[in-house]
């Protein structure tokens, strides 16, 4: 079992920044990826970055160069930097853990962050 709780989120004006934090607790050791993942009301939720135990990370194209995801070991947190902000990346923000193999393997959610970018 893992369990995610995730802050940071607020308003921010166009051009600003914001910084998500996801504290993981739990069975922590199996974790093979942390992930951000955002929804917009009535959408699906679309991955927004992803970092995996290995260090490799890789990030949705509408973000590459603005987003940065990190992680600290020490504190069991995932991180997400979100620099020169948009009114489209105005979203609820979930950090997702990807635990586990085969049958075991289960994905756990935090319970959302809001991000509003105002224009």
């Known amino acids: 079992q893992v369990r995610l709780v995730e802050s940071g989120g607020g308003l921010v004006q166009a051009g600003g920044s914001l910084r998500l934090s996801c504290e993981a607790s739990g069975s922590i050791d199996g974790i093979n990826a942390l992930a951000w993942y955002r929804q917009v009301l009535g959408n699906h939720r679309v991955m927004v970055a992803v970092i995996t135990s290995g260090g490799i990370t890789d990030y949705h194209d509408s973000v590459k160069g603005r987003f940065t995801i990190s992680r600290d070991g020490a504190k069991n947190t995932v991180y997400l930097q979100m620099d020169l902000l948009k009114p489209e990346d105005t979203a609820v923000y979930y950090c997702?853990?990807?635990?586990?193999?085969?049958?075991?393997?289960?994905?756990?959610w935090g319970q959302g962050t809001q991000v509003t970018v105002s224009s």
């Open positions: 997702n853990a990807d635990h586990g193999r085969g049958g075991s393997r289960q994905i756990y």
